[in-house]
T-cell receptor, first 114, second 109 residues
């Protein structure tokens, strides 16, 4: 069964450093998403991406964040200058198309900012 | 913020039906009700969705009240593997999914 994959599973970085989290959505899916979940808290929507542009973003997704689909298969989330409060689990998700209602989530990347 | 209200926790005996309620009194006419669950720290998993009719799939049933202000997710024969946090989400486009705190369901032997 096709699945969303994410790398790395765990990333440790120093405050102020840039990180790139990588996702490979399910092939032929058209909509892509990033969410985060701070330990013990709820899953928070960050951004949705369709047709090579951001379609929606939350108030969390500020100028420190950016997304890209560089090569037609990977979908990346970049955090330019990490803060301690960016420590969280980051989930990527993809959806087939307008008629498809299910978002498929990846296993997540745990980001730890020291 | 999430537009739904769910009880923070529920218990269910293994093999029995688990009925998880959700209030969404401010739901708009074009908004769907979605249910996802999260087992431990894994990525959320889609369960079911509906607009106004009751829905059933291989995982669960979704009962939506006639006024659409509340719904109930039913797991007909809960197993230990159904222990998870269950999220009820209201969305019109399945794009901007706002998760709330959910209901932590514990299935007990």
């Amino acid at each position: 069964e096709p699945e969303v994959t994410q790398t790395p599973s765990h990333q440790v970085t120093q405050m102020g450093q840039e990180v790139i989290l990588r996702c490979v959505p399910i092939s032929n899916h058209l909509y892509f998403y990033w969410y985060r979940q701070i330990l013990g808290q709820k899953v928070e929507f960050l951004v949705s991406f369709y047709n090579n542009e951001i379609s929606e973003k939350s108030e969390i997704f500020d100028d420190q964040f950016s997304v890209e689909r560089p090569d037609g298969s990977n979908f990346t989330l970049k955090i330019r200058s990490t803060k301690l409060e960016d420590s969280a689990m980051y989930f990527c998700a993809s959806r087939g198309g307008l008629a498809y209602n299910e978002q498929f989530f990846g296993p997540g990347t745990r980001l730890t900012v020291l | 913020d999430a537009k739904t209200t769910q009880p923070p926790s529920m218990d269910c005996a293994e093999g029995r039906a688990a009925n998880l309620p959700c209030n969404h009194s401010t739901i708009s006419g074009n908004e769907y009700v979605y249910w996802y669950r999260q087992i431990h720290s894994q990525g959320p998993q889609y369960i079911i969705h509906g607009l106004k009719n009751n829905e059933t799939n291989e995982m669960a049933s979704l009962i939506i009240t006639e006024d659409r202000k509340s719904s109930t997710l039913i797991l007909p024969h809960a197993t230990l593997r159904d222990t998870a946090v269950y999220y009820c989400i209201v969305s019109y486009n399945n794009n901007d999914m706002r998760f709330g705190a959910g209901t932590r369901l514990t299935v007990k032997p």
